[in-house]
C-alpha cells in the first residue's frame, strides 16, 4: 500500500502516481486468468478474516471521530464493521468469484460475402474512479466487482470511513499479491482532501470511467464536474400507474410492496398513479394499508375527493414539488389521471428515469407503457423493488444507472466491461 500522503503533498502529482500505476496494473489485469482473479478474491476473503482485530481497531477510530462530530446514529451505524457485516464481506467475495468470467466471451461471429468473420469480445473498461461515502464494506464491494471484470479501480472513500477503507484496501491488495496480480490493481486515495476528487474525476489519460456512490450532492457534484465519463444515477423517483384494467387484489399487493418493503433504497415507490376509472375501488384499500403502516400521503384534488367520500380524511394536499421529490421515507405521493397518455405524460414530466411499473390486464397498454416510458427499468405487474443487480440475475452490482449510453439499470460485471469488433481471416483482402 502506498504510504499515507504528508500534508503538503501535491494532489496533482499523488493523483498521477495513481492514475500511471492503474494504468499499469489494468493491463496486467486484462490479461490475468479467470483463476487468478478468483484467487485473488478468496485470498482477499482470508485477509480481511486474518484482519479481525485490526479493523475492529480501525473502525473504532472512524467512530469515534463521527460521534465527535455529533452524526446521528443512523450515520454511526453504516459505518460499523461487526463481525457480522465482516462475515458478509467474505462471503460476497466467494459470490463473486463463483460468477462467470465475461471478459474474452466471443459472441456474434457471422460470416461475410468476403469469407471474413466478424464478431465481439467482451474485454474491461481499464480504469475505474469509485467515489463514495459512509459504508466501508463498499471498498470490498467496488473492488471485487472492478477485479473480476478486469479492471484497475481508484477508490476515494468518505472521510468518515478513512481508517477502516484504508485497511481493507491493504487486504485487497494482498490478495492481489497472493495470486501473482499487480497490488497496484486496487489503490486507495489516502487523503481526505476534497481536492483529490476534483483531480481523479478528470484525469482522463489514466481513469476511463467515475461512479459515484453516494448522496445526491457528491453525484451532483461528480456530474457537473467531471471530465471523464460518469455512470450514475441521481434520483430514484419511481412511479406505479394502476391502469383501469388492474387487478384490484394485485394492485394492492405490488403498491404496498413498492413502497413499503424498505424506504430507503432508490428503487422504492415515491409517486402512484390511478386511473380515474378504477380509483374509487382501488384507493380506500391502498390508503387503508398505507396509513395502517404509517406512511403519510400526499394526495391531488381528485384522489382526496376520492379517499374522502370512503370517509378517509387523513391526508395532506400535493405541491408541485411533492412530484419531484424522492422520498426515501415513509412519505408517498398519490395522483389520479385520465388516461395512460396522462399517466406516461407525468413520469415523463417528473420522472428520474430510473424504474416505472404498470398494473395493468390490457396487453396494448403493456406494451404501450413499456415502449413509451423512458426509464432504465421498466416493469409490467410487478414492484419497482425488483430493480436490483441481484434480482435481475447478475449476482452483485456496482450501482444503478440512468445513463443512456453504455450502461442502464443495473451495473454488474458485464456492465464494467465493454465490446470490442473481433475479425477472422485466412488472408482475405479487400477488393
Not at 471478459?103 to 469509485?130: A, F, N, Y
Not at 406512511?295 to 367520500?309: D, G, I, K
Not at 395532506?316 to 415513509?330: F, G, I, M, V
Not at 424504474?355 to 405487474?381: K, P, Q
Request: net charge neutral; charged share 20%; with cysteine.
Amino acid at each position: 500500500m502506498n504510504a499515507p500522503l504528508p500534508p503538503n503533498t501535491d494532489i496533482a502529482r499523488s493523483m498521477l502516481r495513481l492514475g500511471q500505476q492503474a494504468r499499469t496494473a489494468a493491463r496486467a489485469l486484462a490479461r490475468a486468468s479467470t483463476a487468478a482473479k478468483n484467487r485473488a478474491l478468496i485470498a482477499t476473503g482470508e485477509a480481511i478474516d486474518a484482519a479481525r482485530e485490526r479493523l475492529a481497531t480501525a473502525n473504532a477510530k472512524d467512530i469515534a471521530y463521527a460521534q465527535a462530530n455529533h452524526q446521528d446514529a443512523a450515520f454511526i451505524d453504516r459505518l460499523k464493521l461487526t463481525p457480522k457485516v465482516i462475515d458478509s464481506m467474505i462471503e460476497g467475495l466467494k459470490q463473486v468469484a463463483e460468477l462467470p468470467d465475461p471478459v474474452g466471451e466471443i459472441t456474434d461471429m457471422k460470416r461475410r460475402p468476403s469469407s471474413i468473420q466478424v464478431g465481439k469480445m467482451r474485454v474491461p473498461l481499464g480504469v475505474i474512479g469509485i467515489i463514495y461515502e459512509s459504508r466501508p464494506n463498499v471498498t470490498i464491494d467496488a473492488a471485487a466487482l472492478c477485479l473480476k471484470s478486469g479492471n484497475a479501480t481508484v477508490l476515494r472513500g468518505g472521510s468518515e470511513a478513512f481508517h477502516s477503507n484504508l485497511l481493507l484496501a491493504q487486504c485487497v491488495q494482498q490478495g492481489l499479491a497472493a495470486a501473482g496480480l499487480p497490488a497496484h490493481a486496487v489503490q486507495m486515495i489516502e487523503t481526505t482532501d476534497r481536492a483529490a476528487v476534483g483531480a481523479l474525476i478528470r484525469a482522463t489519460e489514466h481513469v476511463d470511467v467515475i461512479i459515484p456512490r453516494g448522496g445526491k450532492s457528491l453525484i451532483e457534484r461528480i456530474s457537473a464536474e467531471a471530465t471523464v465519463p460518469v455512470i450514475k444515477h441521481l434520483d430514484g423517483i419511481c412511479h406505479t400507474f394502476i391502469d383501469a384494467s388492474a387487478d384490484i387484489d394485485m394492485a394492492v399487493t405490488v403498491c404496498d410492496n413498492a413502497k413499503t418493503q424498505r424506504y430507503s433504497p432508490c428503487n422504492a415507490m415515491e409517486t402512484l398513479l390511478v386511473h380515474a376509472e378504477i380509483a374509487p375501488r382501488v384507493l380506500p384499500r391502498l390508503a387503508g394499508v398505507y396509513l395502517a403502516k404509517g406512511v403519510e400521503l400526499r394526495v391531488c384534488a381528485a384522489t382526496r375527493s376520492v379517499l374522502a367520500a370512503a370517509g378517509i380524511h387523513t391526508v395532506k394536499d400535493a405541491t408541485e414539488e411533492d412530484w419531484r421529490t424522492e422520498y426515501l421515507a415513509p412519505i408517498l405521493s398519490i395522483r389520479t389521471v385520465e388516461s395512460l397518455d396522462a399517466a406516461i405524460d407525468h413520469i415523463e414530466t417528473y420522472g428520474s428515469h430510473h424504474t416505472d411499473a404498470i398494473i395493468t390486464n390490457d396487453h396494448a397498454h403493456a406494451m404501450r407503457f413499456v415502449r413509451e416510458v423512458d426509464s432504465a427499468s421498466v416493469m409490467i405487474n410487478a414492484s419497482t423493488r425488483f430493480a436490483d443487480g441481484f434480482e435481475f440475475g447478475l449476482g452483485a452490482e456496482i450501482g444503478i444507472s440512468t445513463n443512456k449510453l453504455h450502461a442502464r439499470g443495473p451495473v454488474g460485471l458485464e456492465g464494467l466491461t465493454s465490446q470490442k469488433w473481433l475479425v477472422l481471416g485466412q488472408g482475405e483482402i479487400r477488393g
